[in-house]
């Protein structure tokens, strides 16, 4: 079945590193594949998505794209902030009315 | 807009006993979704339904029930409480019109089986 597997956390960086979380993926077909960030204590949000091959989706300084080739979707910040710390998810889904499959998550913690 | 609401927040049942999880949205919605996150597992789809008056099972749907009481209201019940349910709970809803990729979510409940 479709499934997402992303990088093992915890990840810890100090301020100002560049971050990578890696995300592949297995599915048949071409999906749509989305980043979803958890903050401490809250739901889970949007951070971005990309719906094709080689789209880039981004927000608020990360960045992701769409690899086809490699069926991967990493996200990446330049420079990470104390408040960049939560937890990321990647998932993918299909058109219509399929629910999300997620990731088992990435835990960042960000130290000044 | 309150996008989609969860109560309670926190609950702790003790082994054997029931309870409903109540989720609502006020976006208009037609799709609607139960998730359990627990630590290491991701979020694990529990059920869904696809519009008022339809459900159907995720990965994980057995010892809960579902009703999808309305468009607004989605809400998901434990008949016989178990410790191995001890976890958090998130509701999410979708809209159906092209290009409404995003799922929205509850902030969760977090429930304990003793």
């Known amino acids: 079945g479709d499934s997402v597997t992303q990088m093992e956390g915890p990840v810890t960086l100090s301020e100002e590193a560049f971050l990578t979380i890696n995300c592949t993926y297995t599915?048949?077909?071409?999906?749509?594949l989305f980043w979803y960030v958890q903050y401490p204590g809250e739901g889970l949000q949007l951070l971005l998505k990309a719906t094709k091959a080689d789209d880039k989706g981004s927000n608020k300084g990360f960045e992701a794209t769409y690899r086809k080739e490699t069926t991967s979707f990493h996200l990446e910040k330049g420079s990470v902030q104390v408040s960049d710390s939560a937890v990321y998810f990647c998932?993918?889904?299909?058109?219509?009315?399929?629910?999300?499959?997620f990731g088992k998550g990435t835990r960042l913690s960000v130290i000044a | 807009n309150a996008g989609v609401t969860q109560t309670p927040k926190f609950q702790v049942l003790k082994t054997g006993q029931s309870m409903t999880l109540q989720c609502a949205q006020d976006?208009?919605?037609?799709?609607m979704y139960w998730y359990r996150q627990d630590p290491g597992m991701g979020l694990r789809l529990i059920y869904y339904s696809a519009s008022e008056g339809t459900t159907d099972k995720g990965e994980v749907p057995n010892g809960y029930n579902v009703s999808r009481l309305n468009k607004r209201e989605f809400s998901l019940r434990l008949e016989s409480a178990a410790p191995s349910q001890t976890s958090v709970y998130f509701c999410?809803?979708?809209?159906?019109?092209?290009?409404?990729?995003?799922?929205?979510f509850g902030p969760g409940t977090r429930l304990t089986v003793t």
């Open positions: 999410a809803s979708r809209g159906d019109r092209a290009g409404a990729y995003e799922q929205y």
């Open positions: 599915a048949t077909g071409y999906p749509s």
């Open positions: 976006m208009n919605h037609n799709s």
């Open positions: 998932a993918l889904r299909f058109s219509g009315n399929t629910p999300l499959v």
